[in-house]
Protein backbone atom coordinates (compact mmCIF):
# COMPACT_ATOMS: atom_id res chain seq x y z
CA UNK A 1 0.00 0.00 0.00
CA UNK A 2 1.47 3.23 -0.69
CA UNK A 3 2.13 5.79 1.67
CA UNK A 4 0.02 9.27 1.68
CA UNK A 5 1.48 11.87 0.44
CA UNK A 6 2.15 15.20 3.01
CA UNK A 7 0.10 17.90 2.47
CA UNK A 8 1.29 21.01 0.73
CA UNK A 9 0.69 23.07 3.86
CA UNK A 10 2.76 20.59 6.51
CA UNK A 11 5.56 20.74 3.36
CA UNK A 12 5.77 24.26 3.93
CA UNK A 13 4.86 24.01 7.56
CA UNK A 14 8.07 22.09 7.63
CA UNK A 15 10.00 24.55 5.73
CA UNK A 16 9.31 26.96 7.65
CA UNK A 17 10.78 25.95 10.73
CA UNK A 18 13.34 24.31 9.24
CA UNK A 19 14.26 28.02 8.35
CA UNK A 20 12.89 29.76 11.46
CA UNK A 21 15.32 26.89 13.74
CA UNK A 22 18.03 28.35 11.51
CA UNK A 23 17.75 31.51 12.13
CA UNK A 24 17.29 31.07 15.98
CA UNK A 25 21.14 30.02 15.74
CA UNK A 26 22.61 32.52 13.68
CA UNK A 27 22.29 36.41 14.03
CA UNK A 28 21.82 37.01 10.43
CA UNK A 29 21.54 34.90 6.86
CA UNK A 30 21.19 35.43 3.48
CA UNK A 31 18.43 33.02 1.67
CA UNK A 32 21.40 31.25 0.10
CA UNK A 33 23.66 30.68 3.43
CA UNK A 34 20.18 29.34 4.66
CA UNK A 35 19.86 27.08 1.69
CA UNK A 36 22.96 26.10 2.15
CA UNK A 37 22.66 25.25 5.77
CA UNK A 38 18.86 23.26 5.80
CA UNK A 39 19.73 21.39 2.45
CA UNK A 40 16.63 23.12 0.82
CA UNK A 41 16.24 24.65 -2.73
CA UNK A 42 17.17 27.53 -2.92
CA UNK A 43 13.77 28.85 -4.57
CA UNK A 44 11.52 27.08 -1.89
CA UNK A 45 13.80 29.04 0.67
CA UNK A 46 13.01 32.11 -1.02
CA UNK A 47 9.12 31.00 -1.00
CA UNK A 48 9.22 30.35 3.04
CA UNK A 49 11.49 33.97 3.50
CA UNK A 50 8.55 35.68 1.99
CA UNK A 51 5.79 33.79 4.21
CA UNK A 52 7.45 34.31 7.33
CA UNK A 53 8.23 37.80 6.41
CA UNK A 54 4.18 38.24 5.52
CA UNK A 55 3.83 36.76 9.05
CA UNK A 56 6.12 39.27 10.93
CA UNK A 57 8.37 36.48 12.41
CA UNK A 58 11.35 37.17 10.12
CA UNK A 59 13.00 40.70 8.92
CA UNK A 60 15.38 42.05 6.46
CA UNK A 61 18.12 43.66 8.37
CA UNK A 62 18.79 45.89 5.95
CA UNK A 63 22.51 44.81 5.16
CA UNK A 64 23.62 43.33 2.14
CA UNK A 65 26.32 41.26 1.19
CA UNK A 66 29.35 42.77 -0.46
CA UNK A 67 31.73 41.34 -3.51
CA UNK A 68 31.20 39.57 -6.61
CA UNK A 69 28.06 37.96 -7.69
CA UNK A 70 24.52 39.08 -7.03
CA UNK A 71 23.65 41.33 -3.86
CA UNK A 72 22.48 38.89 -1.32
CA UNK A 73 19.79 40.50 1.55
CA UNK A 74 20.32 39.53 5.17
CA UNK A 75 17.45 38.35 7.08
CA UNK A 76 16.99 37.49 10.39
CA UNK A 77 14.28 36.43 13.45
CA UNK A 78 11.62 39.44 14.06
CA UNK A 79 12.88 41.03 17.50
CA UNK A 80 9.42 41.26 18.63
CA UNK A 81 8.94 37.68 18.62
CA UNK A 82 9.11 37.58 22.21
CA UNK A 83 10.92 36.21 25.10
CA UNK A 84 10.91 34.06 27.77
CA UNK A 85 10.89 35.01 31.43
CA UNK A 86 13.41 32.46 33.91
CA UNK A 87 13.56 32.76 37.31
CA UNK A 88 15.24 31.41 40.01
CA UNK A 89 13.54 31.58 43.81
CA UNK A 90 16.23 30.63 46.51
CA UNK A 91 16.25 31.00 50.11
CA UNK A 92 18.61 34.40 49.10
CA UNK A 93 16.42 35.94 46.88
CA UNK A 94 15.15 35.96 42.91
CA UNK A 95 16.72 36.21 40.17
CA UNK A 96 15.04 36.86 36.96
CA UNK A 97 16.07 37.27 33.31
CA UNK A 98 14.20 37.78 29.82
CA UNK A 99 16.14 35.25 26.84
CA UNK A 100 15.14 35.38 23.63
CA UNK A 101 14.92 32.13 20.93
CA UNK A 102 18.55 32.40 20.45
CA UNK A 103 19.68 32.29 24.33
CA UNK A 104 20.65 35.49 24.25
CA UNK A 105 19.64 37.49 28.06
CA UNK A 106 17.81 40.82 27.81
CA UNK A 107 18.30 42.13 31.12
CA UNK A 108 18.73 40.82 34.28
CA UNK A 109 16.29 41.47 37.64
CA UNK A 110 18.04 40.79 41.32
CA UNK A 111 16.15 40.79 44.21
CA UNK A 112 17.61 39.67 47.53
CA UNK A 113 15.40 38.21 50.53
CA UNK A 114 16.02 36.39 53.89
CA UNK A 115 15.38 33.08 54.22
CA UNK A 116 12.10 33.72 56.43
CA UNK A 117 10.88 36.51 54.02
CA UNK A 118 7.97 34.76 53.76
CA UNK A 119 5.09 34.13 50.69
CA UNK A 120 4.12 37.78 49.85
CA UNK A 121 7.59 39.01 50.21
CA UNK A 122 9.32 36.44 47.49
CA UNK A 123 5.67 36.80 45.66
CA UNK A 124 6.34 40.77 45.38
CA UNK A 125 9.75 40.16 44.39
CA UNK A 126 8.93 37.84 41.25
CA UNK A 127 5.89 39.97 40.01
CA UNK A 128 8.41 43.17 40.35
CA UNK A 129 11.54 41.59 38.34
CA UNK A 130 8.80 40.23 35.55
CA UNK A 131 7.47 43.64 35.16
CA UNK A 132 10.32 45.22 34.73
CA UNK A 133 11.74 42.87 32.18
CA UNK A 134 8.24 43.02 30.31
CA UNK A 135 8.94 46.61 29.79
CA UNK A 136 12.83 46.58 28.77
CA UNK A 137 11.85 43.62 26.44
CA UNK A 138 11.34 44.15 22.61
CA UNK A 139 8.64 41.82 22.21
CA UNK A 140 6.22 40.19 24.94
CA UNK A 141 7.49 37.81 27.77
CA UNK A 142 5.24 34.67 26.00
CA UNK A 143 6.32 32.18 28.72
CA UNK A 144 7.93 31.72 32.18
CA UNK A 145 10.09 28.95 33.40
CA UNK A 146 10.45 28.81 37.23
CA UNK A 147 12.78 27.35 39.33
CA UNK A 148 12.24 27.19 42.94
CA UNK A 149 13.91 25.92 45.99
CA UNK A 150 10.66 23.86 47.49
CA UNK A 151 8.77 21.07 46.42
CA UNK A 152 6.24 22.15 43.50
CA UNK A 153 3.00 20.64 43.06
CA UNK A 154 3.04 19.04 39.71
CA UNK A 155 -0.72 19.47 38.73
CA UNK A 156 -0.96 22.94 39.50
CA UNK A 157 2.88 24.67 39.68
CA UNK A 158 2.31 25.69 42.87
CA UNK A 159 5.26 25.50 45.60
CA UNK A 160 4.17 23.21 48.42
CA UNK A 161 5.30 24.11 52.01
CA UNK A 162 6.61 20.64 53.81
CA UNK A 163 6.94 20.44 57.59
CA UNK A 164 10.27 21.81 58.65
CA UNK A 165 11.08 23.10 55.26
CA UNK A 166 13.95 25.99 55.95
CA UNK A 167 12.75 28.14 53.16
CA UNK A 168 9.43 30.01 54.09
CA UNK A 169 7.73 31.11 51.00
CA UNK A 170 4.84 29.21 51.79
CA UNK A 171 2.33 28.33 48.95
CA UNK A 172 3.59 30.54 46.45
CA UNK A 173 1.69 30.59 43.23
CA UNK A 174 4.12 31.62 40.50
CA UNK A 175 1.58 31.17 37.41
CA UNK A 176 -1.09 33.32 39.69
CA UNK A 177 1.88 35.87 40.14
CA UNK A 178 2.78 35.97 36.59
CA UNK A 179 -0.24 35.96 35.14
CA UNK A 180 -0.58 39.80 34.29
CA UNK A 181 2.57 40.15 32.80
CA UNK A 182 3.20 36.89 30.96
CA UNK A 183 1.10 35.72 27.57
CA UNK A 184 1.57 31.85 27.73
CA UNK A 185 2.27 29.35 30.14
CA UNK A 186 4.26 29.19 32.99
CA UNK A 187 6.41 26.07 33.81
CA UNK A 188 7.61 25.57 37.55
CA UNK A 189 9.70 22.89 38.77
CA UNK A 190 12.06 22.21 42.34
CA UNK A 191 15.63 23.19 41.76
CA UNK A 192 17.19 20.09 41.83
CA UNK A 193 14.91 18.87 39.00
CA UNK A 194 16.19 21.67 37.08
CA UNK A 195 19.93 21.35 38.00
CA UNK A 196 19.65 17.47 37.10
CA UNK A 197 18.69 18.31 33.59
CA UNK A 198 21.15 21.03 33.02
CA UNK A 199 23.83 18.54 34.11
CA UNK A 200 22.76 16.06 31.55
CA UNK A 201 22.29 17.77 28.89
CA UNK A 202 25.26 19.92 29.61
CA UNK A 203 27.32 19.28 32.35
CA UNK A 204 29.04 15.62 33.88
CA UNK A 205 26.08 12.91 32.86
CA UNK A 206 26.19 14.05 29.26
CA UNK A 207 24.69 10.79 27.40
CA UNK A 208 24.14 8.95 30.63
CA UNK A 209 19.98 7.76 30.68
CA UNK A 210 19.86 6.77 34.22
CA UNK A 211 20.90 8.83 37.71
CA UNK A 212 20.56 10.49 40.68
CA UNK A 213 21.41 13.72 41.77
CA UNK A 214 21.91 14.55 45.51
CA UNK A 215 22.11 17.95 46.40
CA UNK A 216 23.83 19.23 49.74
CA UNK A 217 23.51 22.56 50.54
CA UNK A 218 21.69 24.44 52.83
CA UNK A 219 18.84 22.38 52.10
CA UNK A 220 18.70 19.25 50.78
CA UNK A 221 16.92 17.73 47.66
CA UNK A 222 17.17 14.90 45.58
CA UNK A 223 16.18 14.08 40.99
CA UNK A 224 15.59 10.72 39.60
CA UNK A 225 16.26 10.56 36.20
CA UNK A 226 14.85 7.52 34.12
CA UNK A 227 16.02 6.99 30.64
CA UNK A 228 16.71 10.28 30.23
CA UNK A 229 13.12 11.75 32.12
CA UNK A 230 13.74 13.53 35.03
CA UNK A 231 10.62 11.70 37.27
CA UNK A 232 8.22 13.98 39.27
CA UNK A 233 5.84 11.30 40.26
CA UNK A 234 2.16 11.74 41.07
CA UNK A 235 2.37 15.29 43.17
CA UNK A 236 5.83 16.17 41.95
CA UNK A 237 7.27 15.23 45.32
CA UNK A 238 9.78 12.76 43.80
CA UNK A 239 12.90 13.64 45.38
CA UNK A 240 12.24 15.28 48.81
CA UNK A 241 14.55 12.88 51.22
CA UNK A 242 15.10 15.26 54.14
CA UNK A 243 12.47 12.95 56.04
CA UNK A 244 13.91 9.99 55.22
CA UNK A 245 15.26 7.94 57.82
CA UNK A 246 19.26 6.84 57.34
CA UNK A 247 21.94 6.10 60.16
CA UNK A 248 22.54 9.07 63.06
CA UNK A 249 25.88 9.87 64.04
CA UNK A 250 25.83 6.77 66.80
CA UNK A 251 23.78 4.70 64.45
CA UNK A 252 20.56 5.24 65.69
CA UNK A 253 18.11 5.55 62.81
CA UNK A 254 16.67 9.24 62.06
CA UNK A 255 15.97 11.48 59.44
CA UNK A 256 18.18 13.04 56.98
CA UNK A 257 17.28 16.25 58.15
CA UNK A 258 18.05 15.19 61.57
CA UNK A 259 21.44 14.06 60.89
CA UNK A 260 22.77 18.29 61.04
CA UNK A 261 20.82 19.05 64.67
CA UNK A 262 22.86 16.00 65.62
CA UNK A 263 25.97 17.25 64.35
CA UNK A 264 25.27 20.09 65.02
CA UNK A 265 25.67 22.01 61.61
CA UNK A 266 22.46 24.04 61.46
CA UNK A 267 21.86 27.36 61.09
CA UNK A 268 20.81 28.91 64.86
CA UNK A 269 16.49 28.92 65.22
CA UNK A 270 16.33 27.07 61.86
CA UNK A 271 16.30 23.41 59.81
CA UNK A 272 18.66 24.56 57.71
CA UNK A 273 22.37 23.25 57.28
CA UNK A 274 24.95 25.74 58.42
CA UNK A 275 26.84 25.60 55.33
CA UNK A 276 30.35 27.72 56.07
CA UNK A 277 30.63 25.77 59.29
CA UNK A 278 30.25 22.09 57.60
CA UNK A 279 32.56 23.28 55.06
CA UNK A 280 35.14 24.32 57.74
CA UNK A 281 34.74 21.02 59.43
CA UNK A 282 35.20 19.00 56.27
CA UNK A 283 38.34 21.02 56.03
CA UNK A 284 39.63 20.98 59.27
CA UNK A 285 42.49 17.61 60.07
CA UNK A 286 41.29 17.44 63.85
CA UNK A 287 39.65 14.17 65.06
CA UNK A 288 35.82 15.61 65.37
CA UNK A 289 36.39 16.65 61.66
CA UNK A 290 37.18 12.67 61.11
CA UNK A 291 34.41 11.95 63.15
CA UNK A 292 31.55 14.21 61.35
CA UNK A 293 33.07 12.98 58.20
CA UNK A 294 32.72 9.62 59.18
CA UNK A 295 28.87 10.46 60.13
CA UNK A 296 27.98 12.48 57.12
CA UNK A 297 29.46 9.66 55.10
CA UNK A 298 27.13 7.01 56.69
CA UNK A 299 23.85 9.15 56.16
CA UNK A 300 24.49 10.09 52.69
CA UNK A 301 25.33 7.01 52.35
CA UNK A 302 21.49 5.50 53.51
CA UNK A 303 19.91 7.95 51.47
CA UNK A 304 21.90 6.75 48.40
CA UNK A 305 21.12 3.08 49.20
CA UNK A 306 17.44 3.43 48.93
CA UNK A 307 17.83 5.48 45.70
CA UNK A 308 20.28 2.97 44.02
CA UNK A 309 17.27 0.40 45.28
CA UNK A 310 14.50 1.59 43.78
CA UNK A 311 15.77 3.60 41.10
CA UNK A 312 18.46 1.64 39.86
CA UNK A 313 20.89 4.46 38.44
CA UNK A 314 24.06 4.21 36.51
CA UNK A 315 25.69 6.66 38.48
CA UNK A 316 25.22 9.35 41.14
CA UNK A 317 25.72 12.91 41.09
CA UNK A 318 27.00 15.02 44.21
CA UNK A 319 25.92 18.67 43.69
CA UNK A 320 24.88 21.93 45.80
CA UNK A 321 27.31 23.77 47.76
CA UNK A 322 29.00 21.18 49.96
CA UNK A 323 27.98 18.05 48.29
CA UNK A 324 30.56 18.31 45.68
CA UNK A 325 33.42 18.65 48.26
CA UNK A 326 36.23 15.96 47.01
CA UNK A 327 36.62 14.99 50.81
CA UNK A 328 33.32 14.32 51.03
CA UNK A 329 32.67 12.31 47.72
CA UNK A 330 35.54 10.46 49.11
CA UNK A 331 34.61 9.88 52.04
CA UNK A 332 30.93 8.68 50.53
CA UNK A 333 32.61 6.46 47.84
CA UNK A 334 34.55 4.64 50.32
CA UNK A 335 31.12 3.83 52.24
CA UNK A 336 29.25 2.71 49.16
CA UNK A 337 32.14 0.26 48.35
CA UNK A 338 31.13 -1.90 51.53
CA UNK A 339 27.50 -1.59 50.72
CA UNK A 340 25.86 -4.64 48.37
CA UNK A 341 25.23 -2.15 45.55
CA UNK A 342 27.98 0.77 44.63
CA UNK A 343 27.63 3.07 41.56
CA UNK A 344 30.17 5.34 40.36
CA UNK A 345 30.03 9.07 42.05
CA UNK A 346 30.37 12.46 40.14
CA UNK A 347 30.58 15.83 41.22
CA UNK A 348 28.34 18.35 39.72
CA UNK A 349 29.99 20.37 36.95
CA UNK A 350 27.85 23.53 36.26
CA UNK A 351 27.73 26.38 38.24
CA UNK A 352 24.23 27.38 38.56
CA UNK A 353 22.82 24.29 37.13
CA UNK A 354 19.39 24.91 38.20
CA UNK A 355 19.16 28.69 36.16
CA UNK A 356 21.14 27.17 33.29
CA UNK A 357 18.43 23.95 33.09
CA UNK A 358 15.78 26.75 33.44
CA UNK A 359 16.84 28.78 30.83
CA UNK A 360 17.90 26.36 28.25
CA UNK A 361 13.78 24.79 28.59
CA UNK A 362 12.50 28.63 28.65
CA UNK A 363 14.93 28.87 24.85
CA UNK A 364 13.78 25.65 23.63
CA UNK A 365 9.91 26.55 24.37
CA UNK A 366 9.89 29.82 22.92
CA UNK A 367 11.22 28.21 19.74
CA UNK A 368 8.41 25.93 19.45
CA UNK A 369 6.20 29.05 20.56
CA UNK A 370 7.20 31.00 17.08
CA UNK A 371 7.65 27.62 14.79
CA UNK A 372 4.07 27.37 15.59
CA UNK A 373 3.28 31.08 15.07
CA UNK A 374 4.04 30.09 10.97
CA UNK A 375 1.13 27.79 11.01
CA UNK A 376 -0.63 28.09 14.14
CA UNK A 377 -4.01 25.30 12.46
CA UNK A 378 -0.97 22.44 11.46
CA UNK A 379 -1.38 19.30 13.13
CA UNK A 380 2.21 18.45 13.55
Known amino acids: MTAPKPSLELLRALTDENVLRVLMAHDRLTRAEIATRTGISKPTISESVQR?????????????????????????????????????????????????????????????????????????????????????????????????????????????????????????????????????????????????????????????????YLHLGEGLGCAVVGDGVVRRGHGGLVGEVAHLYTAGPDGQAMAFTEVFAALGLRRNSSTAVDVPKLLGVLEASDTRAERVRLALAHAIGGVLSAALAFADPRTVVLGGPWGSHPLLIAAVEEHLARSPRSVPLSAAALPLPELTGARARAVEELGSLIVRDAHPTTQW
Open 52 to 212: LEQARLVVDTGERTTGRGRVGSYYALAPHAGTALVASITPHGVVAEAVDARGRTHGQVRTALHADAGQEAAAEALGAAAARLDGESAGPLRLAVVSAADPVDRATGRLVHLPDAPFLVGALDPPAVLADTVTGPVLVDNDVNWAARAEYEHGCVQGVDDFV
